[in-house]
């Protein structure tokens, strides 16, 4: 803490009065009041949104139960009456805890154990218990509670019902005539259970919406009690300070009148008011004009130098604690730009009570003096510290060779005392052999005595120490001047060069070598296989590569953390280097990946060494912390022959072939052939790489807009679109999203075109505004790839390109995957919360898709949710999709975002999406995608053919992986 900050806050050292608190604790009463009331009523409807999903996973649980037990009944598979088992085990558990809770002293383990089973988040367990033991006699909370019994009696009875037909099929009793009664009964469950679904959940809403309600009333009947207390509190304080203001200003006019006529500079502070005065002599000293001045103590104390900040501070907290004098030497910046020094004293002016209110005092000029003192100062320590701080070991001796002088790194180098050392003859404390020929080395005095010029010694040598160890050095030797120009002595100088000749043999092992496995890394693996693959061309050998890649690495990872992972590399690269045949070259080529070149090794003779090294892994067991894992690995084979293969090309093969073992299911090999159509394929999508890459570089990137259209009569927030990338070929026609994208996301492409998407929309939306007086469109939709939400430097590059274009933050809403925001959580949320500071929106795409949704939603902080059009394109037919749009849509309401349906095909499914609510949609039953920017149509085509589909309308290239993709 600097001086400035001891100053300005000087209240810290100054105890708090009690009529200070007299003031201020009915305040802090109200404010502590407000946040335990929002704590309270937060916790109420986090409990609440609990409940909806709750019910959303019964409902699915007991859908998923009775499709298992009919599946069940007709193929008498075991495993799908263990699936029954677990789908109908989510309401069994939440019966549990629905019967338990109701006791009068229930047991809470076996009520959180019931809940847990019915895969309520741990998180939401204390919420939901309370909300339950508080609310059960509540009306609304009756009639849930009285639904919930309902359901669990279907529940019960569907779970008998399974216990005898997996009874009947046990002993053999199974045939149609026999379990018909059975699956009658079942149908006849179903169809009961259905619609007591429905009033669940249609009442489960209402009672959510009523304890909303309710809690909004309490809130504001407090504010209500709390205004017009303040209020009065309020005017009280001021009362107060205007008393306290006015004797403040009484004392002031007579500490003017007490220091007036001072020779020295007077100073006096006000500790309350902050107010400064400074006499006309303390004006003159800092140099300032009749009408010139300082503004406040923190500009003031600016101008302390900044060497003298800790002994003013330490001063000035002495003085304020204990009322030890405040006098101190310090220099000050003048107003002419240089720095003087003055001596400040001071005494505080305190109350009754001890608390200081004022601090007054004077500065007189002592520069001059500190001048003087300095040189004198400044002569002595150069000349010690220039002998101090030398690194290097200094000898030096008259010019007989008798020592005179021992630094201290020369005397802990040879191992002699430089008391004893002195008045030796120099080679006597300094023996010195030639490190390649071990003779003694040639006298460097002898060699400076005879020229008359330095000499410097290029090639090492070692040190013979007292002790009769040994050192390398560097030595040189320069003669010593007298006046008259005649050598009167030598200096030699000399370092310790081992440390240096290690870290050069360290650096020189570093850079070929794996810092974590000790196998020789990428780079030299490459350069050995270059010298292979051209003796393959040149003297007609045959060799083999392997390209290894761990199939269950990541899992290591991100069960134990990396130094798991590190242990888990560093063993197995030990294990394959011993089941390698003597000259195989191993290395680690990079995260789990290793690299295998066998010389003069046929291609029979390396599959077996790669099925051994299969095994090898496949048997090898690694336990982290008494946690077990088993690895896999996939290999492709590449054979170097004489067929001319470029080092790119057989490491492009290599990968390729590994590729297509970890596509067959991982843990086997792949051998690469020239005619192989899956490889071929693989590497035809490595040709989009550079394909993608021209298209930028030429600009064939195009973009396309598709409007989001409101739901809501009453909607006025402008157009609303979502902008979509295309991509022109070679000759100028559209390429489909699915052509290039797939590769795009693969080998790391989506980045550049992130940033070259949102370059160009605040581009063209600058130019847009520009040629228009109103805004066309006032939100515009552009997607975000995982990796892009990863990457801190996006942000900074975001925040340029709209300072470039000068567009508003709040015109953007950015789309970000479900998928890809659970896949990098912490990331996507620090994503989310720097854009949205800025003002920004985001909207979480394809929502509904993930196994997790509901879950993840609470941790990111999104306004709008795209259902997942998955759903929405089916849901006139299929009675779950529409259930599950109306459970998203309802969640996102509860949770005060906005719904937005994709894959609107037709104004039927329209119709119903308003019915139900949701706010925006957006399909080619609603508008067609047309160019974007200045030169395309800025009107949207409504109704476009809904056999054309959702599926070929999105050509956006932010898909975060390829499950999405082919889903669109």
Known sequence: MSISD????????????????????????????????????????????????GESLWSKAQKDAVYYLTQYAQ??????????????????????????????????????????????????????????????????????????????????????????????????????????PLLTRLHQINEQITPLSDRFSYTLGEANRALRTGLLVIILAAALVLVPVGIGLSRRMLRRSEAFEHALRNSEERFKLA????????????????ELYYSPRFRQLLGFGRDETIGSITELASRLHPEDQIQAQAVLQSHLKKGTPFDVELRLLTEPGIYKWFRARGQSVRRPDGKAIRLAGAIADITDKKLADAQLFAEKERAEVTL????????????????????????????????????????????????????????????VLRTGRAVSMSSQFVLVRRDGTEILINKSAAPIRDRSGQVTGIVMVFHDVSRERQYAARLSYQASHDALTGLINRHEFEHRLSLAIKSATRFRRSHSLLYLDLDQFKVVNDTCGHAAGDDLMRRLGALLLEGLREGAVLARLGGDEFGVLLENCPLEHTTRIAEGLLQTIKDFRFSWMAMPFTVGASIGVVCIDEEGFTLEEVLRAADAACYMAKEKGGNRLHVYRTDDSEVSSRQGEMEWVARIQRALDEGRLRLFSQEIVSLRQSSKHGAHCEILLRMLDERGALVPPGLFIPAAEKYGLMPALDRWVVTTAFESYAKLTAQSRTVPIQTCSINLSGKSIGDDSFLDFLRTQAAVAGVPYNAFCFEVTETAAVENLPE???????????????????????????????????????????????????????????????????MGKKTIAEFVENKDILDALREIGVDYAQGYGVSKPVPFGPGGSMGFSFAGSPGEGEASRRASPFLASGRELKKR
């Not at 993840?856 to 009675?879: A, E, T």
Request: hydrophobic residues 45%.
């Open 6 to 53: 001891v100053m300005s806050r000087i209240s810290l050292f100054v105890p708090v009065s009690k009529r200070l608190l007299l003031i201020v604790w009915p305040f802090l009463a109200i404010v502590i009041f407000l946040v335990l009331l929002a704590m309270g009523s937060v916790d109420i409807l986090s409990a609440g949104r609990a409940y909806v999903g």
């Open 75 to 180: 193929n008498k598979e075991e495993d799908e009456y263990l699936e029954f088992r677990r789908a109908i085990g989510v309401p069994l558990g939440d019966r549990i805890a629905r019967i338990e809770l109701d006791k009068r002293v229930p047991n809470i383990e076996i009520a959180r154990n019931g809940l847990l089973e019915g895969r309520t988040h741990p998180d939401d367990l204390p919420g939901v218990i309370r909300l339950f033991r508080t609310m059960r006699d509540v009306s609304w909370m009756a009639r849930v509670v009285e639904l919930w019994e309902q359901g669990d009696e279907y529940v019960v009875e569907l779970d008998k019902l399974g216990e005898e037909l997996h009874a009947r099929i046990i002993v053999g009793n199974s045939s149609a005539e026999s379990l018909r």
């Open 388 to 447: 101090a701080s030398i690194g290097d070991a200094v000898i030096t001796t008259d010019s007989s060779g008798i020592v005179d002088y021992f630094n201290p790194v020369a005397a802990e180098l040879t191992g002699w005392p430089s008391a004893e050392a002195k008045g030796q003859r120099i080679e006597s404390v300094f023996k010195v052999i030639d490190e390649a020929t071990r003779e003694e080395a040639f006298d460097s005095i002898e060699m």
């Open 828 to 894: 996507a949320v620090h994503f989310i919360d720097q854009l949205r500071a800025l003002g920004c929106r985001f909207s979480l795409d394809d929502f509904g898709a993930g196994m997790s949704s509901f879950g993840y939603l609470k941790h990111l902080p999104v306004d709008y949710l795209k259902i997942d059009g998955g759903f929405v394109k089916d849901m006139l037919l299929d009675p779950i999709d529409r259930a599950m749009v109306e459970a998203i849509n309802d969640i996102g309401h509860v």
């Open 259 to 274: 220091v007036n006529g001072t020779n020295d500079g007077v100073w006096d502070w006000n500790m309350l008011t902050h």
